[in-house]
């Protein structure tokens, strides 16, 4: 993925974001000593410095709140992502946790786990999915196809996806120093689609970003309702920032958010 409710104990955090009052790794001490670490400069990324809306963190230009949607699903979205994308209004697995409400977030720290997901993990009422590629042997015994969320459903299992929330480097880095990934199925996403995402160079047009991922896992997954209104939100996000970037208002609404704006009216 290229990107493309946080449970720390003892962090501070934004009762508005949910993000932790440290912008650099969220912890004031390292997890594994204790010791207290140095202070960081805050991240600052391209753009940081622009106008933004406090509800969608998209630039006030083209503020994405008009558009913003609700949908259910009968599988569900967790997130375990990498602590430096949190602060990247480019971030697109945040746009997962706006449609989708049950989403769960978590940030990844290589030497402490995130006590809630490995309790999710081991909560019989899921049935969860490392969502990694098949292009490894090591782990080939474990890969799975898309009709084992179809089985699960049909054993009374809530089917999860387990997206890795990062650059393709920190996702390899958190599939491979995450031993509590180790028992999950592997499922690939197998799919024609290129992606549509214009916020970040990718290194091929078959990497599709963490919303995109999301959504055709959702479509495969018979969740196709679900999967149309998170389509249609990336791509209002796409177009919104897109355009702010060249400093252009948006005239009028793009297809897809008149498709969103019917679908607010109508709920």
């Known amino acids: 993925m290229q990107d493309d409710t946080f449970h720390d104990a003892g962090i501070d955090r934004d009762p508005a974001t949910g993000l932790s009052s440290d912008p650099a790794t969220g912890l004031s001490s390292d997890p594994a000593t204790g010791h207290p670490r140095p202070p960081r400069r805050e991240f600052k990324a391209r753009g940081s410095f622009v106008s933004r809306c406090k509800g969608c963190n998209l630039p006030v230009l083209n503020c994405l709140c008009p558009y913003a949607v609700g949908a259910e699903s009968e599988a569900r979205v967790w997130l375990l992502t990498h602590s430096m994308e949190h602060n990247k209004p480019t971030n697109t697995g945040r746009l997962i946790r706006d449609v989708l409400p049950d989403t769960e977030v978590f940030t990844w720290y290589r ?23 098949d292009d490894q042997p090591d782990y080939a015994e474990r890969v799975v196809g898309i009709d084992a969320v179809a089985e699960a459903k049909a054993a009374g299992h809530t089917p999860v996806y387990l997206l890795l929330d990062g650059t393709w480097r920190q996702a390899r880095r958190i599939f491979r120093k995450s031993p509590y990934l180790d028992a999950l199925p592997v499922l690939p996403l197998y799919t024609q689609r290129l992606t549509r995402y214009r916020l970040r160079k990718p290194a091929s047009v078959e990497h599709l970003c963490t919303a995109e991922v999301a959504a055709e896992l959702l479509r495969q997954g018979g969740d196709e309702d679900a999967a149309e209104a998170l389509d249609d939100y990336f791509d209002a996000f796409n177009d919104s920032y897109a355009a702010s970037r060249r400093h252009e208002k948006l005239e009028a609404p793009t297809a897809a958010m008149r498709r969103l704006l019917v679908r607010r009216d109508e709920g």
């Open 111 to 133: 030497t402490v786990p995130d006590e809630r997901l490995l309790a999710l993990l081991e909560d019989r009422r899921y049935a969860p999915f490392v969502i990694f590629p």
